[in-house]
């Protein structure tokens, strides 16, 4: 263990002190919390509003504020990622200095680890950078400190999936436009794709079964589990057990009972679904590593 951490710092170091000395990271940071501050205090302008014609504080706007700027947060995260990581390793080989880093005494995993944790930590400065705009229901109450790690726990698990996709692409491709355009294919699939398919599936059950058949939820039930790698429907899953209103969202409503059920919102349904992003990124960060791999690579 400590083996790997000594090997895996000097690249974390070196990365994370080249990206500090640029503007990119301010200016993210920056963006990104200007926008996470105006949601807020725009929502808050209107619970304060309301309030004064109502007579009394709607806890459920307040709710709602922390939904849209936990939901926010979550989609710039899915966007931001692929940018930061999907040119870690390609872009050493277009630089022509990867056979430089795998001719020392660094492992290919060590390469990986450390560009996958130096990328990330940009993602981690913006989690921690929103903390004030989400502390902002705590006006008036309504989400505890439990609440905002467990966002934050779910956050990290989908920044490291996603991360370690788009490392895997760098690895697999020899130009980064390549492994950036492959990962944010990647992210729309996971996100939307995954849904579209078990559609797909459930349209195909309605054309073959036989007339006066009803489809029901326990044929789609073993299907569901594709949606345990959609961080879409995790943070669906969190913002209905922290605050309910699952009603809000239409299109899983359609196909209630079929594709969307109870299960997804129960805490073993967010569970499940962290750990099996955890286990596809410690896959991804192998195959990452075996791509790297002069014993392994053609070239």
């Given at each position: 263990?400590?083996?790997?951490?000594?090997?895996?710092?000097?690249?974390?170091?070196?990365?994370?002190?080249?990206?500090?000395?640029?503007?990119?990271l301010t200016v993210i940071v920056m963006i990104f919390n200007l926008i996470l501050a105006?949601?807020?205090?725009?929502?808050?302008?209107?619970?304060?509003?309301?309030?004064?014609?109502?007579?009394?504080?709607?806890?459920?706007?307040?709710?709602?504020?922390?939904?849209?700027?936990?939901?926010?947060?979550?989609?710039?995260?899915?966007?931001?990622?692929?940018?930061?990581?999907?040119?870690?390793?390609?872009?050493?080989?277009?630089?022509?200095?990867?056979?430089?880093?795998?001719c020392t005494r660094l492992r290919p995993a060590d390469i990986v680890v450390g560009k996958?944790?130096?990328?990330?930590?940009?993602?981690?400065?913006?989690?921690?950078?929103?903390?004030?705009?989400?502390?902002?229901?705590?006006?008036?109450?309504?989400?505890?400190?439990?609440?905002?790690?467990?966002?934050?726990?779910?956050?990290?698990?989908?920044?490291?999936?996603?991360?370690?996709?788009?490392?895997?692409?760098?690895?697999?491709?020899?130009?980064?436009?390549?492994?950036?355009?492959?990962?944010?294919?990647?992210?729309?699939?996971?996100?939307?794709?995954?849904?579209?398919?078990?559609?797909?599936?459930?349209?195909?059950?309605?054309?073959?079964?036989?007339?006066?058949?009803?489809?029901?939820?326990?044929?789609?039930?073993?299907?569901?589990?594709?949606?345990?790698?959609?961080?879409?429907?995790?943070?669906?899953?969190?913002?209905?057990?922290?605050?309910?209103?699952?009603?809000?969202?239409?299109?899983?409503?359609?196909?209630?009972?079929?594709?969307?059920?109870?299960?997804?919102?129960?805490?073993?349904?967010?569970?499940?679904?962290?750990?099996?992003?955890?286990?596809?990124?410690?896959?991804?960060?192998?195959?990452?590593?075996?791509?790297?791999?002069?014993?392994?690579?053609?070239?």
């Amino acid at each position: 263990m400590m083996r790997f951490v000594s090997h895996v710092f000097p690249i974390y170091q070196k990365e994370t002190m080249t990206s500090s000395r640029t503007t990119r990271l301010t200016v993210i940071v920056m963006i990104f919390n200007l926008i996470l501050a105006l949601i807020g205090l725009l929502q808050l302008q209107l619970i304060v509003r309301d309030s004064g014609y109502y007579g009394d504080t709607p806890y459920a706007s307040l709710l709602q504020m922390y939904t849209l700027v936990a939901a926010f947060e979550a989609a710039f995260i899915l966007f931001i990622v692929p940018a930061l990581t999907a040119g870690s390793i390609s872009g050493e080989r277009e630089r022509q200095t990867l056979d430089i880093l795998l001719c020392t005494r660094l492992r290919p995993a060590d390469i990986v680890v450390g560009k996958l944790l130096s990328c990330l930590s940009t993602a981690f400065v913006l989690m921690l950078s929103s903390l004030p705009v989400l502390t902002l229901v705590y006006i008036y109450g309504g989400i505890s400190v439990w609440d905002l790690a467990v966002l934050f726990g779910c956050l990290t698990v989908t920044t490291l999936f996603i991360g370690s996709i788009s490392t895997l692409f760098s690895a697999l491709m020899k130009r980064t436009t390549m492994a950036t355009v492959l990962s944010y294919l990647s992210v729309i699939f996971v996100t939307v794709g995954t849904y579209l398919v078990l559609v797909m599936v459930l349209n195909i059950y309605n054309v073959l079964t036989p007339n006066g058949v009803v489809v029901t939820g326990e044929t789609m039930a073993p299907w569901n589990n594709l949606l345990l790698i959609n961080p879409a429907i995790t943070f669906y899953s969190l913002f209905s057990q922290q605050i309910g209103g699952t009603e809000s969202i239409s299109m899983l409503n359609w196909y209630n009972g079929y594709i969307f059920t109870d299960r997804m919102l129960t805490p073993d349904w967010l569970l499940l679904s962290c750990a099996a992003q955890l286990a596809l990124s410690v896959l991804f960060i192998w195959l990452a590593a075996y791509a790297i791999n002069p014993l392994h690579r053609k070239s």
